[in-house]
């Protein structure tokens, strides 16, 4: 089951991070409701980000962890895969 207990100020950091893939990545292929969810996903589920410093990260490290967790995150656990770690993780639990 996955979990979505997300405090206020880590979601409004995942809000911030989805508008900027919105405007930074031509042609993301999900609906903000998508990258939020795969974002707090990965997040409260065994892959703790640094969401600032993913917010701030340059273009190419970036796209490297938003795209990854697109493509890795399984969305019925909520888990990274395939041995996905996201450049802007702090914690990782498997």
């Known amino acids: 089951m996955i979990k979505w207990n997300t405090n206020a100020s880590d979601f409004r950091l995942i809000v911030a991070i989805a508008q900027?893939?919105?405007?930074?990545?031509?042609?993301y292929p999900d609906k903000r409701q998508t990258i939020l969810m795969d974002l707090q996903a990965c997040h409260e589920n065994g892959c703790r980000l640094d969401l600032t410093g993913l917010l701030a990260a340059d273009p190419l490290?970036?796209?490297?962890?938003?795209?990854?967790?697109?493509?890795?995150?399984?969305?019925?656990t909520g888990q990274l895969e395939d041995g996905f770690i996201p450049r802007y993780a702090i914690a990782v639990s498997v």
């Open 61 to 76: 490290d970036f796209r490297h962890d938003v795209l990854g967790i697109r493509q890795h995150i399984n969305r019925s």
């Open 20 to 27: 900027r893939i919105e405007k930074d990545i031509k042609g």
